[in-house]
């Protein structure tokens, strides 16, 4: 289970409030407890950084598996708003690594 830091109903007022900073990291924090696991990194700056969907844990150095993106992005694709695929096509994703592919877990569903 993902360790939480913002509480369920506050993550859901700020997605519905446009509250970025906080809407970021509660929808990092979904998308750990729904594909939980250490082989890919997702990246967010600056304002956070999860590791999800099971696999070979990564221990030391730059991760093998890394997807990073703008916050404005991380929200449209984890909410939904953009497809992961339109996302990868317009070039506002980085994914690097044979896992880094997560259309198969976004959009989220909080």
């Known amino acids: 289970m993902a360790r939480r830091r913002i509480k369920r109903e506050d993550g859901l007022a700020a997605i519905a409030a446009g509250d970025l900073t906080t809407a970021v990291r509660f929808l990092l924090e979904e998308l750990a407890e729904k594909a939980p696991g250490n082989s890919v ?6 304002l956070g950084a999860t590791q999800c969907i099971e696999g070979p844990r990564h221990t030391r150095g730059t991760p093998p598996n890394v997807v990073e993106m703008s ?7 984890a909410t939904g708003a953009m497809s992961w695929a339109g996302a990868v096509a317009a070039g506002k994703v980085s994914a690097s690594g044979t896992r880094a592919d997560l259309a198969d877990v976004l959009p989220l569903r909080p």
């Open 71 to 77: 916050p404005e992005t991380w929200f449209a694709v």
């Open 41 to 46: 990194e997702v990246r967010v700056p600056p």
